[in-house]
């Protein structure tokens, strides 16, 4: 187990970028998980939330060297966590994963192969125990090139973009974080719309996870109100300006361009 300062002597290949919170029951399947993925030069950065559970204690009994913990004061939701966590990262590649979720054999290495060539790539997910997938359609590998499509199934809610099933390259770290300070959730679609604005984004046919669905799944799930629908879609319709004028301001650096 190593601090957020601990250092390492080799580059590092792929970091995982977990936030945690009340996840004690479920997180430690998820880490054995992403462990059989994980090469010896790869790190899983832990950020906890302050849970008043024993996650943290959960984490700390792997004792791997390469699991970094870091336990967060106060609480501060999971976009910001997620934030520290990228922050933290060192990593050629960066994976976004959930505390509750199934790694599928497999995974670390399709993701990989598809950002040698795009800054981001967004996985499809099945449903532990074989349950039913939420209505929205999957993700098309044929779809990946369509990026003023897939900014419009964003707008509308139809492209199926989780933060759990994405990852991305490190050249694209300054235009993900910071993430903007008015979102508090759907920080995957922001880094969707990175992507897609960005034209390099690409999308995988196969599921890379198995998400286990709950009562205490952080993501929002049922039907809202409608305010609340318009006020997500105000939201959807500033980050998207938000990422052009990142996108003009400073543009993605080259794939490889980035040397730890």
Excluded at 53 to 61: G, L, N, Q
Excluded at 64 to 78: F, H, K, M, S, T
Excluded at 213 to 242: C, F, Y
């Amino acid at each position: 187990m190593n601090d957020a300062t601990s250092g390492q002597h080799a580059p590092v290949r792929a970091s995982v970028c977990m936030a945690t919170y009340r996840g004690s029951g479920f997180v430690e399947e998820q880490i054995v998980s992403i462990l059989r993925e994980l090469g010896p030069h790869d790190e899983l950065v832990v950020v906890d939330d302050a849970s008043p559970d024993e996650t943290a204690d959960v984490v700390r009994r792997f004792n791997d060297e390469r699991i970094r913990l870091v336990v967060a004061p106060q609480n501060r939701g999971y976009v910001r966590t997620f934030e520290e966590a990228i922050r933290l990262s060192q990593g050629k590649f960066i994976f976004l994963s959930d505390q509750d979720d199934v790694w599928v054999e497999g995974r670390l290495a399709a993701m990989m192969e598809a950002l040698e060539t795009v800054h981001v790539v967004a996985s499809n997910f099945d449903v532990l125990g074989d349950g039913p997938r939420p209505w929205i359609p999957k993700l098309r590998s044929s779809d990946s090139g369509r990026n003023v499509a897939n900014l419009w199934g964003v707008l509308v809610g139809y492209r199926a973009y989780y933060g759990c099933a994405m990852g991305f390259r490190r050249e694209a770290v300054g235009l993900v974080v910071p993430i903007p300070s008015y979102v508090r959730e759907s920080h995957d679609l922001w880094l969707a719309i990175c992507g897609n604005t960005a034209r390099s984004i690409r999308h995988l046919d196969q599921s890379t996870i198995l998400r286990r669905l709950h009562g205490d799944n952080q993501t929002p799930a049922g039907w809202r109100s409608l305010r609340k629908i318009l006020a997500a879609r105000l939201m959807l319709v500033r980050l998207m300006a938000e990422a052009f004028r990142r996108n003009r301001k400073r543009r993605l650096a080259p794939i490889g361009s980035w040397r730890p």
